[in-house]
């Protein structure tokens, strides 16, 4: 196996992500482990933040948002799809990225609990990120958000299904976000990417892992020519909105993002490549260290200049 330089503080993540093993090898004991680790990392939630869950359309949806005053015309609202190879996660496992953001920037946010694969393949998360979308352009989802500024993001296949939303929105003649926020996400189902075979057995995600949950997620022939199922097959990239593109130093997607920043700015969509160095996929979930911070700072810059709201001074 290759050995990784990572620090100290992202070598003991590593470490302590590996002690969550399932209780054997169904998807219920993976999907079980899997929340156990993300709710271990997950930090107290922030001080004046209003949590809440709500059902639209029969969709489950998590809603943080500031208590103070309302802005008029509503608070800035992120759309945020969760990571997990489209087979793990859950509004219980992702709360750490929203509380992080909640320190950083004055954007409400709200998680969609989409369906999973493989009882769910494609297109279903995807519908379901479309339905959370609608209903947030349509005021559906509380009066305190706003209806016109509007982002949405996620990590890995929620990247993915961020990004796809943005071509289906504008093949289908509807307003754009005002920023796609792509943390390293999955957005090809090719595995000809040099850091595929570099980064082969990366720490907490392998190359492998990658094509059995594309395989998983997309298992009928012609998904993944379907550019809402895999961005980088689409042949127009044009009209798309603005993105922030973070990738991982030791992943074997990160490629991947190489190619859409570079595939947008081709198609002249505005955006900002983020190279986090010493990171492995998935490590935003360690916290608030050396090798995460940053992309956090980042991110929340991101957020703040397309929702036009300062950002506040980081509270960690």
Known sequence: MKHYPLSEAMSAFVSKSAEFVASDTSLSSRRHAFLRACRHFTPEAPAGWFIEDQLVDDLKLRVYKPSSPTPEGGWPTLLYLHGGGWAFGSLDSHDWFAFAMARRVPVAIVAVDYRLAPEHPFPAAFDDTLTAWHALRAGRVGSALSREKLMVGGDSAGGNLSAGLCIALRDANEPQPLLQAL??????????????????????????????????????????????????????????APAFIAVAEYDPLRDQGYAYAEALLKAGVKNELYIAKGLVHGGLLAGEVEEVSPVYDAMARALSQYAAVGAEATSR
């Open 183 to 240: 943390v390293y996400p999955v957005l090809s189902a090719s595995g000809d990417q040099p850091s595929m075979r570099e980064h082969a057995d990366a720490p907490m995600l392998s190359a492998a892992e990658v094509t059995d949950s594309i395989a998983a997620y997309l298992p009928a022939a012609g998904m993944s020519t379907d550019a809402r199922a895999m961005p980088l097959a689409s042949a127009d990239l044009t009209g798309l």
